[in-house]
């Protein structure tokens, strides 16, 4: 039986709407959480809970299963050429995410702070949140247990930004903001008040941050909802849906893969009315605290998330592996000689599973050999067949068939 939301039940029958509340409400299969929801402008807030359902379960099942399908492409393809798949969807997950708050940011300003080395990073616009990014790609431990880590988060990977863009915007609180905080709608109408004051701020992340690393509900599940509390508590005055969406990719990438991690931010941009309509549902008074939908509803992006990978992932390395039959029977290339041949390789992956290239740097690490002797092999690549991003540095190139 389909499990239909409190706030469309409400609009159908308001008797039937109380029943069922009551009913989900006191049942075994409900989880109670330490958190209440208040929508904007109404008096009466209401217990967080969510129920296990069939469909939760089936879409946990399904996700479980679609990983596996998604991480045995991923053993497949060559390493080189998922991480030139990771850079692109690093370029792109981050472009997504400041797209979807209005954010301008261009592909070209991202790799450029994502080509310099990390001690440069900073001095480049939007270079802290592109080195808190490459952490996921790298998958290294994030702390995410108390306040204070929340907050050395934000100053790691947001606090630059919204200092170029307005200083004021930054956290004048013990820990978060200490004033309130509205989110409007386009039309400059408020749709929802962080919550305040301070100390209140701090009691709700401490409570969702429980809930977080509980090991006593399923992992996902903490997933969502902590990234539903993360914006409705709106801990900061900017920044709060990116933090929220860094942190659900960090904590996707740790548990299921990068490569997938990185495809969130990108389908919440594709469907956001659906992202936002998650949000505003499960805050209105008539949903009284029912997170199951907003559970289901981010179950979804992941299964998305994850199929999407699989798909686009099975896609290239199909490609690939046409286009390595292609070279092999390109007699302009340099290919009988072994170094030749594996650094033609690694550019024809990176035409084939990324868009912005490979660096000297990259494929000298890669194949072990020292930039000199890259350097030399290149010159050796007929012009039509070497294509070079000379828009940034270091350059970036690509293998052209």
């Not at 400059?188 to 809930?211: C, F, N, R, W, Y």
């Not at 030749?340 to 868009?355: E, K, M, N, P, V």
């Amino acid at each position: 039986m389909k499990y239909e939301s409190l706030y469309s039940l409400y609009y159908k029958d308001s008797q039937i709407w109380e029943k069922v509340y009551q009913e989900r409400f006191h049942s075994p299969f409900s989880r109670h959480l330490p958190l209440a929801i208040k929508q904007y402008h109404r008096r009466q807030s209401h217990p967080a809970f969510f129920c296990y359902t069939e469909e939760i379960a089936l879409s946990l099942e399904k996700i479980a299963s679609e990983v596996m399908d998604c991480l045995d492409i991923i053993h497949q393809v060559p390493p080189a050429a998922i991480s030139q798949f990771l850079h692109m969807s690093l370029v792109d997950e981050i472009k997504s995410t400041n797209d979807i708050e209005g954010v301008r940011s261009t592909r070209k300003e991202i790799l450029m702070a994502f080509s310099v080395p990390e001690s440069e990073q900073s001095s480049y616009r939007l270079g802290s949140i592109v080195n808190k990014y490459i952490k996921i790609i790298q998958k290294e431990y994030i702390p995410l247990t108390t306040r204070q880590d929340i907050r050395y988060l934000f100053d790691d990977f947001l606090a630059d930004e919204i200092r170029r863009d307005d200083p004021k915007n930054l956290p004048d609180g013990e820990i978060f903001r200490k004033d309130s905080v509205d989110i409007v709608s386009p039309t400059q109408k408020t749709i929802h008040q962080g919550v305040h004051p301070e100390s209140t701020i701090i009691q709700m992340i401490d409570a969702a941050l429980d809930v977080l690393n509980t090991e006593a509900i399923p992992y996902l599940i903490r997933i969502a909802v902590f990234h539903y509390f993360f914006g409705y508590i709106h801990p900061f005055y900017d920044g709060n849906g990116r933090m929220a969406r860094f942190i659900t990719s960090y904590l996707l990438a740790q548990r299921l893969h990068p490569a997938i991690a990185l495809q969130v931010s990108i389908l919440i941009k594709k469907y956001r009315k659906s992202y936002y309509d998650l949000f505003s549902h499960t805050d209105a008074d008539i949903n009284r605290g029912d997170l199951t939908p907003f559970i289901m509803g981010t179950l979804q992006f992941i299964e998305q998330a994850t199929l999407f990978t699989h798909r686009i992932l099975k896609h290239k390395y199909q490609n690939y592996q046409k286009a390595q039959s292609q070279l092999l029977q390109t007699p302009d290339l340099p290919i009988k000689n072994k170094t030749a041949a594996a650094i033609c390789d690694i550019l024809l992956q990176a035409a084939t599973f990324s868009d912005i290239g490979v660096s000297i740097k990259e494929i000298r690490e890669t194949l072990g050999i020292s930039e000199n002797t890259v350097y030399n092999h290149l010159k050796k690549i007929p012009e039509e067949y070497l294509w070079i991003n000379k828009e940034i540095r270091p350059y970036r190139y690509q293998l052209r068939l």
